[in-house]
Nanobody
Framework: QVQLVESGGGLVQPGGSLRLSCAAS????????MGWYRQAPGKQRELVAR???????NYADSVKGRFTISRDNAKNTVYLQMSSLKPEDTAVYYC????????????????WGQGTQVTVSS
């Protein structure tokens, strides 16, 4: 079954940087649309950034110019480089894949990681 495993979260001071990674398995990664979402306490989950199979990206207005999403198809991994972090970036960050699993390549589905906590605080 498809697995998405996030890493790289933690505690960082305002203005600092973090890089999140999401390693995917059992998905046809090269054609998947990969994304990062986040959910702060008491708020709905929101899209942070997304990258298509062709490398096109889009970002939430709140993170434009500060966050960069990228992918390495050879490693089946998507990254989120976060810079100039603010306290309002504090949330659980989730990796998302919209694509086809190796076991059921005729279906396109959404898959989620377990989430990684990012806390921005002094």
């Amino acid at each position: 079954q498809v697995q998405l495993v996030e890493s790289g979260g933690g505690l960082v001071q305002p203005g600092g940087s973090l890089r999140l990674s999401c390693a995917a398995s059992e998905i046809i990664f090269s054609i998947a649309v990969m994304g990062w979402y986040r959910q702060a306490p008491g708020k709905q989950r929101e899209l942070v950034a997304r990258i298509t199979s062709g490398g096109s990206t889009n970002y939430a207005d709140s993170v434009k110019g500060r966050f960069t999403i990228s992918r390495d198809n050879a490693k089946n991994t998507v990254y989120l480089q976060m810079s100039s972090l603010k306290p309002e970036d504090t949330a659980v960050y989730y990796c998302n894949a919209n694509g086809r699993s190796r076991l059921r390549p005729w279906d396109r589905d959404d898959y989620w990681g377990q989430g990684t906590q990012v806390t921005v605080s002094s």
